[in-house]
């Protein structure tokens, strides 16, 4: 019973086999090397090295605290560039940039804030200043002198000159001026050249509009007083907004003369050259 008991636990169980011996595992091995395919081994030069060593300082992590060695390579190559700038950089560039370094010229000095309000010069030099801007050549209306009429007229209503050109605009003003330059002075050209060639003017009134709009020479040629100076006498007028002095002829003919090429003189004029 006890035979049959052990052969049935045989034929459950199985066998259990031993460890294979150390020559079978060899063997085992051997072929098991001989289904893998065969490594090849390939050598890295030196650059491949150094890109290899690039790439793993940068998965370096700040955890580590070797966050600086990336700073100290980006240094280098900063470093390097620098010093090709300087290499290709002209000796009179250094030569500029030293200058401007030391700032030794004036014209490197900074320029001034535009928006900072300028300091007031010290009142001496402000009445110097005034005594500069004066005008000169202020002419006495007691002199024989040729004065301008703009310039008499000023003087005489004791007015600037934009007051001058309101009182234009005034009948009674234009009545006393028209009255005055009639009786009690005489008016002479002084756009011709030679000088001589300056004519007497009688002042008879005074136009209504300026010498930009009066047509000249009653209009036939069709063009205004200002256009005629310019064109005849090469003549350009710097007040053409202001009235005209007119000459009544013979008949109808009226001649037109701008403020500016009259003058007033005192003395009866005389005839001839200088």
Same mark, same amino acid.
């Given at each position: ?52 060593? /690039? ?68 009142? #001496? ?47 009674? #003003? ?20 030679? #000088? ?22 009653? %209009? ?15 003549? /350009? ?11 009544? %002829? ?20 005389? %005839?001839?050259?200088?």
């Amino acid at each position: 019973m006890k035979v049959m008991e052990f052969l049935l636990t045989l034929m459950v169980w199985g066998v259990i086999e031993d460890d294979p011996e150390p020559e079978q595992q060899q063997n085992t091995s051997s072929e098991s090397q001989t289904d893998q395919p065969a490594l090849n081994v390939v050598e890295e030069s030196g650059d491949e090295i150094e890109e290899k060593e /690039k790439k793993s300082v940068d998965l370096i992590t700040p955890a580590f605290g070797l966050l600086t060695i990336m700073d100290d390579i980006t240094e280098d190559k900063m470093d390097d560039d620098q010093i090709e700038d300087e290499i290709n950089i002209d000796t009179s560039e250094k030569i500029l940039r030293i200058t401007q370094d030391d700032k030794p010229l004036d014209w490197t000095a900074e320029p001034e804030n535009p928006f900072r309000e300028p300091t007031p010069p010290p009142p #001496a030099k402000q009445n110097e200043d005034m005594q500069l801007k004066k005008p000169t050549t202020s002419i006495s209306l007691k002199t024989h002198m040729p004065i301008p009429l703009i310039e008499y007229l000023c003087q005489l209503q004791n007015c600037s000159f934009k007051e001058l050109h309101v009182l234009f605009h005034n009948l009674d #003003a234009r009545r006393q001026i028209v009255e005055h330059l009639r009786q009690s002075v005489q008016l002479r050209t002084s756009h011709l050249k030679p #000088a001589c060639r300056n004519f007497l003017v009688h002042c008879h009134d005074l136009t209504v509009q300026s010498a930009s709009i009066v047509p000249a020479m009653s %209009g036939y040629l069709g063009i205004t007083v200002r256009g005629y100076y310019y064109v005849k006498h090469n003549f /350009k007028l710097c007040h053409p907004y202001l009235p005209c002095i007119i000459e009544f %002829g013979g008949g109808h003919h009226r001649s037109f003369y701008p403020l500016e090429v009259l003058c007033v003189i005192k003395n009866k004029m005389k %005839g001839g050259c200088n």
